[in-house]
């Protein structure tokens, strides 16, 4: 049973441009969420989604950030025109149906740098 | 808010030796409480959590964890400090929606 899958692993992006960062979630998870950890500073909560719903988008951006987990495929965090201080590690977390945040499995991490 | 602070960014300790890595929490209502560690270049993995029952958790790798009500603390422990066990330490409590609040963590380094 593979663990949350996360890639890239390494993201280089140029101001401006857009970052898609794509996490699978365990076999038989059905939520997501995602957080994002700047250098020096813990894990910051960004949104958690269940299949095909937003849940909880409270830490994201109003700007630029958006994220989706559709019924097939997996979910995205989707950056537009990136800024240098986008510059962190994203992670993504899931867990199954009915335990939420008693039962987090993380995945290894984007590592997002803006040039 | 759901919060917990962790107070020190570094613990430094010699091999063999006790280590303790604190957290205080803030919450409203009953703490919902656990333990993550982070090696480098990985995601966070489990190390223990607090729901009810026994103050004293027992987790992986050889932690455990002291809940305390009236300290509002919930700081990690091990008897004896491996050097592998040198890490980032993030201590966590479930807040509003479900959702993992973590402190900004503690760099545990372990000397030989």
């Known amino acids: 049973n593979a663990g949350v899958m996360q890639n890239p692993r390494h993201l280089v992006r140029r101001r401006g441009q857009e970052a898609r960062l794509r996490c699978s979630p365990m076999?038989?998870?059905?939520?997501v969420y995602w957080y994002r950890q700047l250098p020096e500073e813990g894990l910051k909560f960004m949104v958690y989604l269940q299949k095909e719903n937003i849940i909880d988008e409270s830490g994201m951006p109003k700007e630029r950030f958006s994220a989706e987990f559709p019924k097939e495929g997996p979910s995205i965090l989707r950056i537009q025109q990136v800024v240098r201080g986008d510059s962190a590690a994203y992670f993504c977390a899931s867990s199954p149906l009915g335990t939420g945040a008693e039962k987090l499995f993380f995945g290894s991490g984007t590592q997002l740098s803006v040039l | 808010a759901q919060s917990v602070a962790q107070p020190e960014d570094q613990v430094n300790v010699a091999e063999g030796n006790p280590l303790t890595v604190k957290c205080t929490y803030s919450v409203s209502g009953n703490p919902y409480l656990f333990w993550y560690v982070q090696y480098p270049n990985r995601g966070l993995q489990f190390l223990l959590k607090?729901?009810?029952?026994?103050?004293l958790v027992k987790g992986s790798y050889g932690f455990e964890a002291e809940f305390n009500k009236s300290q509002t603390s919930f700081h990690l422990k091990k008897p004896s400090a491996l050097v592998s066990d040198s890490a980032l330490y993030f201590c966590?409590?479930?807040?509003?929606?479900?959702?993992?609040?973590f402190g900004a963590g503690t760099i545990l380094r372990v000397k030989s």
């Open positions: 966590a409590v479930r807040g509003y929606g479900n959702k993992l609040v």
């Open positions: 607090y729901i009810t029952g026994d103050n």
């Open positions: 076999k038989g998870h059905s939520h």
